[in-house]
């Protein structure tokens, strides 16, 4: 074998590329998937047409999508028209399916990054300060949100914000995106399941670092407290946390479904719901897509950076 | 707050003496957390599990009868409600709580059967990828990663409105698609119990398969699967009534929690009881599984309790 200076570049070459070929699999896999999933009952013509519609307006629809086509050729088209953003066109908006997603998309993300913005300011605090205190009262209410975080399901916690705060109060609007302030609720009612994941997941990260040998070591060579804390206790627990980054995103695009329908928010997740009642299936399967596109983008990045600092992973493949 | 961890030997011996009440209110407190989190857990649960069994006893009323004379009536604690309808009626007059009572009936049947699915898929595929490795491995995790790797929530919404809604397809939907996760779980396990000596040296001497698989890999797969499936069997209640929320689920006059809070959104405003007293049973049960599936791990899997110390 032919020595190499160091064994760091070709290790992680290694990793990234074997993640990026992962990734494509996974986009194929989910391709697949989306065109299968609205031919599960058969019969898609009959899927995206009015309940009411006539066999006559079935078979004309039917053909003017190329549903008559064999099984094979309309996975090629699909596919093909895939691999360019061509999702077809919009049976609602008479438009292309993509540039719709592609419009919608900063709202959801603004609503997704505000909700893990609230999730993260809320949750690594109180897991650090429950987890190196285990027991206390600080403790106490770090469990305690990590467990009415996994237990409120989102939608009901938005009614209840939206009546407490926005209805009796008058603090923030009842719905849209019109001011600055309007995301502060919806952003909450979809955070707070992953504020529950965080608070639980710091806290036992902390507790679980606090009792390494390597922590017994540095108290026994005399290094001051909270240099301990921040150098080497903050520092490893911050690994778990970047690696369910890109997760949590996924559950919260998810669940924009619910919030950005009862706070009428402009977003990706509204749209869902509105085109699978509208039976705009192209639109749907667009939505899909880009979705876990984003999710399967994001875990891969996760993944880097997870890999990047920690050289376990990598040394680990 | 480091201040107070200032004398490192405290970090590694929880039988130390300890001086400030605050520390020895809090070891207290993490005694009684524990057995007093799992027991209210397990108390809740088999409640809820028995007044769903026994709802037609409980409920005052018939679920589905309406009274329009009677309609949008408050709680009984509120003023103008009375004791007649404890949780008052929602738009039609219908009773709320007999309504939540029996709605438990349809979140446990999902939650319960869509778990069984889900496990035994699991199972079946997880022993099966773990134990035989090679070509078989690489199709079924390939298909389960995919699945794993989804916005879960969005596929299900979708195939739901695909399938259309009925009580089977939820169940199967449920089912299926959570089967990834206990395949992704099982192979693990079975991986790791693969390689330890026990069962190499059952190999050694001549076991059979079955054997190796039925008294020596099973037993051990019960534990982690168990609590799996409790945090799994609260997920499905969240998602089915979520589905209702969006009248995917179960069709009316079938009363679930989903469907009760999507109809109590319309009133939120003048009349907010309709969609709190669903929102409350969610979350109760979610509440006692979560205690549940808590307690089962610490009690089913003693090297993380004794990691937790």
Redesign the interface.
């Given at each position: 074998m032919k020595y190499r200076l160091s064994p760091f570049p070709h290790a992680m070459q290694r990793y990234l590329l074997s993640r990026l070929v992962q990734s494509l699999?996974?986009l194929i896999?989910?391709l697949i998937?989306v065109f299968f999933?609205?031919r599960?009952?058969g019969d898609p013509a009959r899927?995206m047409m009015p309940r009411e519609a006539s066999p006559a307006d079935i078979a004309a629809f039917r053909a003017a999508m190329g549903l008559d086509r064999p099984l094979p050729v309309q996975f090629w088209e699909f596919m093909r028209g895939a691999v360019v953003g061509d999702f077809g066109n919009s049976l609602h908006y008479r438009a292309p399916a993509m540039q719709i997603v592609l419009e919608r998309l900063p709202a959801t993300l603004e609503l997704a990054a505000a909700a893990l913005t609230f999730a993260l300011l809320v949750a690594v605090p109180l897991g650090i300060?429950g987890g190196?205190?285990?027991?206390?009262?600080?403790?106490?209410l770090a469990?305690t949100a990590g467990?009415i975080g996994?237990?409120?399901?989102n939608?009901?916690l938005a009614?209840?914000l939206?009546?407490f705060f926005a209805?009796n109060l008058g603090w923030f609007p009842t719905f849209g995106r019109d001011e600055a302030k309007s995301v502060v609720l919806p952003a909450v009612a979809l955070g707070f399941f992953t504020m529950g994941q965080l608070v639980r997941l710091t806290r036992s990260a902390v507790?679980?670092i606090?009792?390494e040998d390597y922590?017994?070591t540095a108290?026994?060579k005399g290094l001051p407290?909270?240099i301990i804390?921040a150098r080497h206790i903050f520092r490893n627990a911050a690994i778990p946390l970047v690696s369910i980054i890109g997760v949590q995103f996924?559950?919260l695009?998810?669940?924009s479904?619910?919030i950005e329908?009862?706070f009428a928010w402009p977003g990706l997740g509204r749209m869902?719901?509105e085109s699978?009642?509208a039976r705009d299936?192209p639109l749907?399967q667009a939505?899909?897509f880009f979705?876990?596109a984003v999710?399967?983008l994001l875990?891969l990045l996760t993944d880097i950076a997870y890999a990047i600092i920690d050289p376990r992973i990598r040394y680990g493949q | 707050m480091a201040s107070s961890q200032a004398d490192p030997a405290r970090l590694y011996d929880d039988s130390l003496p300890e001086q400030s009440w605050r520390h020895k209110f809090g070891s207290a407190g993490r005694l009684l957390w524990r057995d007093w989190s799992g027991l209210l857990g397990l108390t809740l649960f088999i409640t809820i599990v028995l007044s769903a069994v026994f709802a037609p006893l409980i409920a005052p009323h018939d679920p589905a009868r309406q009274n329009l004379r009677a309609s949008k009536l408050p709680p009984a604690w509120a003023e103008g409600g009375s004791w007649e309808h404890p949780f008052g009626t929602d738009t039609l007059g219908r009773d709320l709580f007999s309504r939540i009572v029996y709605g438990a009936r349809v979140s446990l049947t999902v939650g319960f059967f869509g778990v069984l699915i889900a496990l035994s898929l699991g199972l079946l595929l997880g022993l099966t990828a773990g134990y035989y490795g090679g070509r078989v491995d690489n199709v079924i995790m390939g298909v389960s990663n995919v699945f794993l790797a989804l916005p879960y929530l969005l596929f299900v919404v979708v195939i739901a409105s695909i399938l259309g809604r009925s009580l089977l397809n939820v169940i199967l939907i449920f089912g299926i698609t959570d089967a990834p996760l206990f395949i992704r779980i099982t192979r693990g396990e079975v991986l790791r119990i693969r390689k330890s000596g026990y069962v190499e040296s059952a190999i050694s001497i001549g076991a059979s398969r079955r054997r190796i698989i039925f008294s020596h890999i099973l037993p051990n797969l019960i534990g982690p699967l168990i609590t799996v499936a409790t945090f799994e069997m609260s997920a499905m209640i969240f998602y089915e009534a979520g589905l209702g929320f969006l009248n995917l689920s179960v069709p009316p006059p079938t009363p679930t929690w989903g469907n009760m809070l999507a109809s109590g959104r319309q009133h939120l405003e003048t009349h907010s009881w309709i969609a709190t007293f669903p929102g409350l049973a969610i979350m109760l049960t979610s509440l006692s599984m979560n205690l549940l599936g808590d307690w089962l791990r610490d009690v089913l899997d003693p090297r993380l309790r004794r990691a937790k110390k």
């Open positions: 699999f996974l896999g989910v998937l999933m609205v599960l009952t899927l300060i190196s205190n285990p027991g206390s009262l600080w403790d106490f469990r467990l996994q237990t409120v399901p939608f009901w009614l209840l939206l009546l209805v507790l679980e606090r009792g922590i017994r108290y026994s407290t909270n804390y996924g559950y695009l998810s669940g479904i619910y329908t009862i869902i719901a699978v009642a299936y749907v939505i899909a979705t876990s999710v399967v875990n | -």
